[in-house]
């Protein structure tokens, strides 16, 4: 016959057995930060990418310096590449990508700047956010993403 110490030791051994495992993996886990370029100057106030366990926070990549950059097929192609460049730094690839954000200077560039992206995820698409927004130094276009590694 069961008693309730005997019962309760048995609820904290087996209750132990199963949250161990949670508890040991959550404290595993830690932020790392990675840089496709660790040489950029100046340094931005932000870091390139970020992972979290399995997850990879990419951050936004624009325009400015694309070899077009009044062309938004070329400015597209050239944050795609920037965001490629920081995915493979860490570890990661384009068919990993989970999430996308893109924010576009003007939305009339919508239909053009979906050429590029469906060229670029042809297979298994990930989840998208497009908006029309403001874009620092006058890029027509900002890419960020959330992947796996």
Known sequence: MMTRRSLAASAAVIGSAVFSPVVEAATK????IFAADPNTTPKP??????????????SGKASYNAPNPKDIRSCATYAFDAVEKELKNAGSSMEKVLKVQIFLADIKDYAAMNEIFAARFAVEPP???????????????EIDVVAYI
């Open 127 to 141: 989840a998208r956010t497009t908006v029309a927004a403001i874009i620092p130094r006058d890029s027509l276009i």
């Open 29 to 32: 886990l830690a932020k790392k």
């Open 45 to 58: 106030p932000y870091s390139p990418a970020v992972a979290y366990g399995n997850l990879l926070f990419v």
